[in-house]
C-alpha cells in the first residue's frame, strides 16, 4: 500500500511558476514509477510526467516539454513537479500517481494522491 498526498498548487499569473509536491508513505517507494496526471475543467486526466524508479528514465507529455521538471527523491519518498512558463491552459488538478509498471497509462497506476489545484490566471 502506497498513500501519496500532493501539495503546493494555488493560484498564479501566466508566465509564472509553481512547484508541486507529492508525499508517499511506505517503504517501498523507491519500487515504484511515478507520474503525474491532470484533469482540467470538463475534460478527461491526462499524462504530463513520469519518472522510474531510480529517476534515471523520464517522460514528459509533449504540451508540457520544456516548462515542467519531474524529479524524485527516494531518501525522502517524494516527487516533485516543477513548472515553469506556465499558461492558463496549465489550469487543472493535478494527481501524483504510483505504478509498479513504466507506463504513461493511468490505468496502469495503482496508486493515487487526492490531487492539487492549481489555477493559471492570464
Known amino acids: 500500500q502506497v498513500q501519496l498526498v500532493e501539495s503546493g498548487g494555488g493560484l498564479v499569473q501566466a508566465g509564472g511558476s509553481l512547484r508541486l509536491s507529492c508525499a508517499a508513505s511506505?517503504?517501498?517507494?523507491?519500487?515504484?514509477?511515478m507520474g503525474w496526471f491532470r484533469q482540467a475543467p470538463g475534460k478527461e486526466r491526462e499524462f504530463v510526467a513520469a519518472i522510474s524508479r531510480m529517476g534515471i528514465n523520464i517522460y514528459y507529455a509533449d504540451s508540457i516539454k520544456g516548462r515542467f521538471t519531474i524529479s524524485r527523491d527516494n531518501a525522502k519518498s517524494m516527487v516533485y513537479l516543477q513548472m515553469n512558463s506556465l499558461k492558463p491552459e496549465d489550469t487543472a488538478v493535478y494527481y501524483c500517481a504510483a505504478s509498479r509498471l513504466s507506463s504513461k497509462d493511468e490505468g496502469a497506476y495503482d496508486y493515487w494522491g487526492q490531487g492539487t489545484q492549481a489555477t493559471v490566471s492570464s
Open positions: 511506505g517503504r517501498t517507494f523507491s519500487s515504484y514509477y
